[in-house]
C-alpha cells in the first residue's frame, strides 16, 4: 500500500474532532484512504440506491445519527458527495449541534460551488486536495512511462501494458465523456467530445478559446464554459501568466491548463505510443507543471503555479509564486543543458524578486551548479529540492 502525503496531516485533523473535505479527481484514491479510518457510518452516492433515498430526503441522515444514539459526535463517511449536494446542508446542522463528525470525498466541486458553500464552516471542514500519485509518494525511474501512461494509482501499480490502455479507454470513455457529460448536463455531445480531444491535445500550450471555437464550430463563450467545467471537475488546472512588470507592456493573459493525469491527457487527445522527440518534450513541461502543482497541494502550501512569456523577447515555463517571491524554473527534455538555455531565466532573475535564483528541470542524473543563482535539478529531485529551499 502507498502512502499518500496527505494521509498524515489529515489523521491529526480527524483524531482533534475536524471534519474533513476531500476532494480529487475519480480513481486518485479517495476511497482506498477513508476506508483506513474507523467511522459509525458509511454512506456511498456511488450507489444509485442510496443516492435516491438521500436525493428524495436529504434529512434522512439526521434520524440515521439519531438512532445511533451515541454519547459522542458519530463518526461518518460521505462518499461522491457532489452527486447528493442538497446533503450538506443537514451535515452543516449536524456538524454546528456537535452531533457528527464528517470525512466527505467528491470528485468534483461544480455542484458544490453552485449549490453549496463548503465555507461555511471555517475551522470546522479542513479542506484536502488528492490527485494521482506524485514522485515524491511513488519513485518511477522511467520517465517515459510517466508520460505516457500518467500516475493513477491503479494504472502505476500494474505491470501489465495491455491492461494500463485499458484501464486508460475505460477511464476516458466512461468517466470524462460520460459522467461529465450528465454533470454538466451537455447537450451538444459530438462537439464536448471533439472539444475535449482538442484541449488534450494543446494542454500546457497559451489557451486560445476562439482559435478551438473556430476549429470546433462552437462559440468563443462555450469553448470557455467547456473549459470551466475541465476545472470545475478536477480534470484540469487553470495556470494564469503572471502579468505585472515594470519594463514589459506585452506579456502574455491568456491562461495555460493542464490535464491532472498525463495518461488520460494522452488517451483523450487520441495520440498513439509513439510520439515525437518534440511533443515529447512538451509532455515533459507538462509533467513537471503537475508535479509542482501536487507539491504545493499535499503540502498545503500558499503558493500557486504560474508562468512567464512576452512574445517578444522570453518566456519562462514555470515560476512558483510565494509571498510575492518568485521561483522561476525552465524545463528542459535533455540531460545536457547549453549556457543559451539560461537566457530567459536571467532576465526573470534581474526583474523580479527570485530569493534562491532559478532552476532548470532536466533528464540528466546529477545537480549542477550551472551559475552562481542558477541550478539543474534532475527531474526526480524536484520534491527534494523544492524541500530544501523551503518554498512556504
Not at 511533443?279 to 508535479?291: S, T
Request: hydrophobic letters at 40%; glycine letters at 4%; one cysteine or more.
Amino acid at each position: 500500500m502507498v502512502k499518500r502525503i496527505i494521509f498524515d496531516s489529515i489523521q491529526r485533523m480527524w483524531s482533534k474532532g475536524k471534519s474533513i473535505l476531500l476532494l480529487g479527481p475519480r480513481q486518485t484514491g479517495k476511497t482506498t484512504l477513508i476506508n483506513k479510518f474507523d467511522v459509525d457510518l458509511n454512506i456511498s452516492f456511488l450507489s444509485t440506491r442510496i443516492r435516491i433515498d438521500y436525493e428524495r430526503n436529504p434529512d434522512l441522515i439526521l434520524k440515521e445519527v439519531a438512532a445511533l444514539k451515541l454519547k459522542r459526535p458519530a463518526r461518518i463517511i460521505i462518499d461522491e458527495v457532489q452527486k447528493v449536494p442538497d446533503i450538506m446542508d443537514p451535515i452543516q446542522k449536524l456538524i454546528d449541534d456537535k452531533k457528527a463528525q464528517f470525512f466527505i470525498t467528491g470528485s468534483s466541486a461544480r455542484k458544490l460551488k453552485m449549490q453549496t458553500d463548503i465555507n461555511l464552516l471555517p475551522g470546522r471542514v479542513i479542506y484536502y486536495r488528492l490527485d494521482a500519485f506524485s514522485i515524491e509518494e511513488y519513485k518511477v525511474n522511467d520517465i517515459i512511462d510517466l508520460l505516457y501512461y500518467g500516475s493513477l494509482p491503479e494504472i502505476v501499480l500494474t505491470d501489465d501494458i495491455e491492461l494500463k490502455d485499458e484501464l486508460l479507454r475505460s477511464y476516458v470513455e466512461i468517466y470524462l465523456e460520460e459522467e461529465i457529460r450528465k454533470e454538466a448536463q451537455i447537450r451538444n455531445i459530438p462537439d464536448f467530445y471533439e472539444f475535449l480531444e482538442l484541449a488534450a491535445q494543446r494542454a500546457g500550450e497559451i489557451t486560445s478559446y476562439s482559435g478551438i471555437a473556430q476549429d470546433v464550430g462552437l462559440s468563443h463563450v462555450t469553448v470557455k464554459s467547456y473549459y470551466e467545467i475541465l476545472e470545475s471537475t478536477l480534470i484540469a488546472d487553470k495556470i494564469n501568466p503572471i502579468i505585472e512588470s515594470k519594463k514589459r507592456k506585452k506579456l502574455i493573459r491568456s491562461p495555460r491548463y493542464l490535464f491532472f493525469d498525463l495518461g488520460v491527457r494522452r488517451y483523450s487527445a487520441n495520440e498513439g505510443l509513439h510520439l515525437p522527440k518534440s511533443l515529447e518534450g512538451k509532455v515533459f513541461e507538462q509533467f513537471i507543471g503537475q508535479e509542482i502543482i501536487r507539491y504545493i497541494r499535499s503540502n498545503k502550501l500558499k503558493s500557486s503555479l504560474s508562468f512567464w512569456q512576452d512574445p517578444e523577447v522570453a518566456d519562462v515555463d514555470w515560476v512558483i509564486v510565494s509571498s510575492k517571491k518568485y521561483y522561476p524554473i525552465e524545463v528542459k527534455y535533455t540531460d545536457k543543458i547549453k549556457t543559451s538555455d539560461l537566457k530567459h531565466l536571467r532576465n526573470f532573475i534581474q526583474e523580479y524578486d527570485c530569493p534562491k535564483g532559478g532552476m532548470v528541470i532536466y533528464t540528466g542524473r546529477n545537480r549542477i551548479l550551472l551559475e552562481e543563482n542558477i541550478i539543474a535539478i534532475p527531474w526526480s529531485q524536484l520534491p527534494e529540492y523544492l524541500d530544501e529551499i523551503k518554498i512556504r
